[in-house]
């Protein structure tokens, strides 16, 4: 039963991400753009201003990073990727409550990585003005998000279900 219970409360608390992040302003994702712009900028070493209700600007490179640009999405397939591979067998309520909490960290953490990853290469193609083949900018940006989130999609779940595994061994 608990694993039932802990599915539908992780599809719940997705579902209510995913219904936040639809009508997000820029100020209401603070807690996942901040930390990922300071990662962007500490890679980069480009500062980014922010604009309340906007995102975070770089007026000279004329680049954003906006809601849209927040990862959650992201978050929101990486808690469930995690959250399914540590609480499908988990039979006690504390843990899988705890195991809920860990999800949604590390999650977080994936999310963070991930999306600074992105927007790194999306930086580095914007300010090199880089085209591929006949595309535009905005086909190769969201190209180089699914070459990116993929994998590390991938590599999120395979963690998980490592880390799960050892648990139950």
């Given at each position: ?109 994936a999310t963070v990585?991930?999306?600074s990853l992105r ?51």
């Amino acid at each position: 039963c608990v694993p039932w219970i802990t599915g539908g409360a992780a599809v719940a608390m997705a579902y209510a991400v995913k219904r936040h992040y639809s009508t997000a302003s820029a100020d209401d994702l603070e807690w996942i753009l901040r930390p990922t712009v300071a990662l962007v900028s500490g890679v980069t070493g480009v500062p980014f201003d922010r604009e309340a209700g906007v995102g975070y600007m770089n007026a000279p490179l004329r680049y954003s990073i906006v809601p849209a640009c927040a990862g959650v999405n992201f978050w929101i397939v990486a808690f469930l990727s995690i959250g399914f591979a540590f609480l499908r067998t988990e039979r006690r309520a504390g843990r899988a409550a705890f195991g809920l909490f860990a999800a949604a960290l590390g999650a977080y953490g994936a999310t963070v990585l991930a999306n600074s990853l992105r927007i790194v290469l999306a930086l580095e193609i914007h300010t090199r003005d880089l085209h591929v083949g006949g595309f535009g900018a905005d086909v190769v940006h969201r190209t180089l998000g699914v070459l990116v989130y993929v994998p590390a999609l991938f590599l999120v779940f395979e963690l998980a279900e490592r880390a799960a595994a050892r648990r139950h061994a």
